[in-house]
């Protein structure tokens, strides 16, 4: 592991020059034993894939001759937007799940007790999940892409639209981190499962806001997964189906704002938490 020690002869501006480096080295150390992690057990991918892909078949096909998209349009091309957002969103568990794993088998510790960057831990695990988001990204588009979901806004669009998913779960890998090292157990991260689903389900991933009570479909216009959900229907060329408020029509907007407002308030406490824990 590297180290954070300031090498002889080196001051003011070299100082933090060094400093930057060394975070920067350290940082890709926790990138690649996590990467490394998933090319030894790419169940554990797979496993992860498991949920969407079962309710993309489940929603499209069993229940989509049923669901109403307002101001029409196919309803498989409405889902597919809401599944990609519900993915990333999902994903901030996973990371969750490995960090307290981490933290019982006592490897935290150890990089507590090396001199390493106290950023380096959330960063490292935050530029390995991304990568691994990005992956599962492209197996889903595959996916729906087989079922008959076409992007129709054209590919700059398209390309901005799995920025704006990926911008998501970049700023959920923060809770995540931070959860991670909240919660005691593996078994009580599992746990957080049951407050994570909910607060998916209540958003435009399968339902317009519009076709809910009128309290429920406020909560979920607001919900940041949705405005990823409907930035990105309005890029695909999707049907959007908005419900006319705010939020709803600033999409694009929110879709940007919601996840810097996430990542500002949970990096800075993910990486303090780090600090925190007892040796």
Not at 78 to 83: A, D, H, I, S, V
Not at 208 to 213: E, G, H, I, N, T
Not at 216 to 221: D, E, K, Q, S
Request: net charge positive; glycine share 12%.
């Amino acid at each position: 592991m590297t180290t954070l020690e300031q090498k002889p002869g080196v001051t003011g501006g070299g100082r933090e020059h060094g400093l930057t480096y060394w975070a920067v080295s350290d940082c890709w150390n926790i990138t690649r034993r996590t990467l490394t992690h998933y090319q030894r057990h790419p169940s554990a991918v797979v496993w992860q894939l498991g949920f969407p892909i079962l309710s993309v078949l489940l929603y499209g096909y069993v229940f989509g001759s049923a669901m109403k998209v307002p101001g029409g349009g196919d309803y498989r091309e409405f889902l597919m937007p809401g599944m990609f957002a519900m993915t990333m969103a999902m994903g901030f568990m996973n990371t969750a799940v490995a960090v307290v794993t981490d933290a019982a088998k006592g490897v935290v510790d150890r990089f507590r007790s090396m001199p390493m960057a106290p950023s380096a831990f959330a960063s490292g695990r935050g530029a390995a999940d991304l990568v691994v988001a990005a992956a599962e990204l492209t197996i889903l588009a595959v996916t729906a892409l087989l079922i008959g979901w076409r992007a129709d806004g054209g590919a700059v669009a398209a390309l901005g639209a799995f920025g704006l998913l990926l911008l998501l779960r970049f700023s959920l890998i923060w809770v995540g981190v931070w959860l991670g090292m909240l919660v005691p157990t593996p078994e009580a991260a599992g746990g957080l499962y049951a407050v994570a689903f909910p607060v998916t389900m209540i958003s435009s991933t399968f339902v317009a806001p519009s076709l809910m009570p009128g309290w429920l479909g406020t909560v979920a216009a607001w919900n940041p997964i949705s405005s990823t959900a409907t930035a990105t229907r309005e890029l695909f060329g999707n049907p959007v189906a908005g419900g006319g408020t705010w939020v709803e029509e600033h999409a694009l907007l929110m879709a940007v704002v919601w996840p810097l407002v996430i990542t500002l308030v949970f990096l800075p406490l993910a990486v303090r938490r780090f600090q925190r824990l007892s040796r």
